[in-house]
Nanobody
Framework: VHLAESGGGLVQPGGSMRLSCTAS????????LGWYRQAPGKQRELVAT???????EYADYVKGRFNISRDNAKDTVYLQMNGLILEDTAAYFC?????????????WGQGTQVTVAS
């Protein structure tokens, strides 16, 4: 399984950006898809997740600003980020997990950098 993120870059405070993560296989196979981020010198933290049924959850620090969605036909999960602030600067990683015969497997993308700066 390969997860490929795209859409990062430089954006001004208050701006918007959309990240995409395309899986090499059928995303129906994944129980949960999500986005995490890691700023320099900090631990990786959860941003948002979405289940195979479409239920989304968000970290408090992005709630109301970010939106996670999935397009099963394109095997892609998106992260729409609005109202970006300096603290959103980080490498963003796509994550997926699946269960095979009761064993959980976790997959990560290579990450895409988001830099919020004026």
């Amino acid at each position: 399984v390969h997860l490929a993120e795209s859409g990062g870059g430089l954006v001004q405070p208050g701006g918007s950006m959309r990240l995409s993560c395309t899986a090499s296989g059928d995303i129906y196979a994944f129980t949960v898809l999500g986005w995490y981020r890691q700023a320099p010198g900090k631990q990786r933290e959860l941003v948002a997740t979405i289940t195979e049924g479409g239920t989304a959850e968000y970290a408090d620090y992005v709630k109301g600003r970010f939106n996670i969605s999935r397009d099963n036909a394109k095997d892609t999960v998106y992260l729409q980020m609005n109202g970006l602030i300096l603290e959103d600067t980080a490498a963003y990683f796509c994550h997926a997990n699946q269960y095979v015969l009761g064993t959980r497997f976790d997959y990560w993308g290579q990450g895409t950098q988001v830099t919020v700066a004026s």
